[in-house]
């Protein structure tokens, strides 16, 4: 993760206290999201539908108008690279506890 927005947001002035939306503001949908990392990691996970709880958002785009006009700051890394980046990472931490357990 690229923490130079947090850092940016630490050395804001003490009148812009937040909140900020810091994530990425392309719309997609949880199916999306879900068929990509399914994708991406080889799994065999079935996706199951289920109703929405009556306070579901019906959109998922977080509007990160003050983190650019405040901050500088607007998200670098496409989702699909996010998610190969996450993956490796966990892919990592696994090995080592599995590593770990081991010893």
Do not use: H
Request: with cysteine; hydrophobic share 35%.
């Amino acid at each position: 993760m690229n923490y130079d927005v947090l850092i940016r947001f630490m050395n804001s002035p003490d009148d812009f206290t937040g909140p900020v939306n810091l994530g990425n503001p392309r719309e997609f949908t949880i199916l999306e999201l879900a068929e990509n990392i399914i994708r991406l990691t080889g799994s065999c996970s079935e996706i199951v539908f289920s109703s929405l709880p009556s306070d579901d958002p019906k959109q998922r785009q977080p509007d990160i108008r003050l983190a650019k006009e405040k901050l500088g700051w607007e998200p670098e890394i496409p989702l699909e690279e996010g998610l190969r980046r996450t993956i490796k990472y966990f892919d990592a931490l696994l090995a080592k506890n599995k590593t770990g357990l081991k010893n």
